[in-house]
């Protein structure tokens, strides 16, 4: 599975969007991009999946790049509960798959009054 | 959205014991679970992929007679961390594959944080 870097911490202001960046040059084309949280001692947390179009949820939207080398996770309206580490993940065959998920260090979001 | 359980969620234990730990889906069937490990201020590491009925795949460097898993159901998986150290002590991850509704994805379970003294 490709690798993928993202930077160690960021502030928000809560109300604020909170665009998390993460860079994944070497994807192939049958990997997806994943964005999972984990908010302190608790389990990861599944936010949202994309292969090469934008995608939108109830949680966040995710805006993949036309090249795919990267991506941004938004968080509309940041509340202190989204304080978390975020994971962006990249793994071959997307939905429909029980292929592993990789973690890496991820970005620990800080939102703040 | 998809239900995943784990018992205990923490437990401490004395040096040369065993502890096990179990996974529940609650509400789907899991294909396909998996057990990670967490040390403090470091990120998720998968220990081993488990399918139902079949024996795990462990990763590289876990040693598959110290942390036995079974996968006895759809619904459940056990994690058995034997002759357990003070080394082992660490957050203990499970997550199931599966439908859940419209959605076929991982979901994690709560964790379980062991203490070995």
């Known amino acids: 599975d490709a690798k993928t870097t993202q930077p160690p911490s960021m502030d928000c202001a809560e109300g604020r969007a909170a665009n998390l960046p993460c860079n994944h040059s070497?994807?192939?084309?049958?990997?997806?991009v994943y964005w999972y949280r984990q908010i302190h001692s608790q389990g990861p947390q599944y936010i949202i999946h994309?292969?090469?179009n934008n995608e939108t949820n109830e949680m966040a939207s995710l805006i993949i790049t036309e090249d795919r080398k990267s991506s941004t996770l938004i968080l509309p309206h940041a509340t202190l509960r989204d304080t978390a580490v975020y994971y962006c993940?990249?793994?071959?065959?997307?939905?429909?798959?029980?292929?592993?998920?990789?973690f890496g260090t991820g970005t620990r979001l800080q939102v703040t009054l | 959205g998809a239900v995943v359980s784990q018992h205990p969620s923490w437990v401490i234990c004395k040096s040369g014991t065993s502890v096990k730990i179990e996974c529940r889906s609650l509400?789907?069937?899991?294909?396909?679970m998996f057990w990670y490990r967490q040390f403090p201020k470091q990120s998720l590491m998968l220990m081993a992929t488990s399918n139902e009925g079949s024996k795990a795949t462990y990763e590289q460097g876990v040693e598959k007679d110290k942390f036995l898993i079974n996968h006895a159901s759809l619904t459940l998986s056990t994690l058995t961390v034997t002759s357990a150290h003070p080394e082992d002590s660490s957050f203990y991850i499970c997550s199931g594959s599966g439908l859940a509704g419209v959605r076929y994805e991982q979901y994690f379970g709560p964790g379980t944080r062991l203490t070995v003294t």
């Open positions: 993940i990249v793994r071959v065959g997307g939905t429909g798959t029980a292929s592993k998920l990789t």
């Open positions: 994309g292969l090469k």
């Open positions: 070497t994807i192939s084309g049958n990997e997806y």
């Open positions: 509400d789907f069937q899991a294909t396909t």
